[in-house]
């Protein structure tokens, strides 16, 4: 469970990151550049990664309780909307509606990972990351 444990911190760090860079984007109506795709499409993989390694968890120890199941799907919903942007990537928005749209999208995944978070049993938020 270690290396699932690490990876969410990373997670957790690019997603404050990406909120307060697409809220200063859409706010300031900045210009969306490659570095700012490249910024959700990094969240993206590692949802896609933490995705991967809870599967492996998963069926490494076998277990499928109620929790587990409701942790699953609700992850599984969250990568799902963090991969959303890449529908839009070749569109004509604009790019203040591309901050904006990003912005709503990792707000999503975060509601959704906290919701997830909520259906295991005990402290899942402490800060020991080999836990």
Same mark, same amino acid.
């Given at each position: 469970?270690?290396?699932?444990? =690490?990876? %969410?911190?990373l997670?957790?760090?690019?997603?404050?990151?990406?909120?307060? *860079?697409?809220?200063?984007?859409?706010?300031? #109506?900045?210009?969306? #550049?490659?570095?700012?795709?490249? !910024?959700?499409?990094?969240? &993206?993989? +590692?949802?896609?990664?933490?995705?991967?390694?809870?599967i =492996? @968890?998963?069926?490494?120890?076998?277990?499928? &309780?109620?929790?587990?199941?409701? /942790?699953s799907?609700?992850? @599984?919903?969250?990568?799902? +909307?963090? /991969? !959303?942007?890449? %529908? $839009?990537?070749?569109?004509? @928005?604009?790019?203040? !509606? *591309?901050?904006?749209?990003?912005?709503?999208? =990792?707000?999503?995944?975060?509601? +959704?990972? @906290?919701?997830? =978070?909520?259906?295991?049993?005990?402290?899942? $938020?402490?800060?020991?990351?080999?836990?």
């Amino acid at each position: 469970m270690g290396l699932h444990s =690490i990876v %969410r911190w990373l997670v957790v760090l690019l997603a404050i990151g990406a909120v307060f *860079k697409f809220a200063m984007g859409w706010l300031q #109506k900045m210009e969306y #550049k490659p570095m700012d795709r490249g !910024l959700m499409s990094g969240f &993206t993989g +590692l949802m896609d990664l933490q995705l991967l390694l809870g599967i =492996i @968890l998963l069926v490494g120890l076998g277990s499928y &309780t109620r929790y587990q199941m409701e /942790h699953s799907v609700t992850m @599984l919903l969250a990568v799902g +909307l963090a /991969h !959303l942007p890449m %529908r $839009w990537r070749n569109s004509a @928005l604009a790019d203040d !509606l *591309k901050f904006r749209n990003n912005l709503f999208v =990792i707000l999503g995944v975060i509601v +959704l990972v @906290l919701v997830a =978070i909520a259906a295991l049993p005990g402290n899942r $938020w402490d800060f020991n990351v080999g836990a």
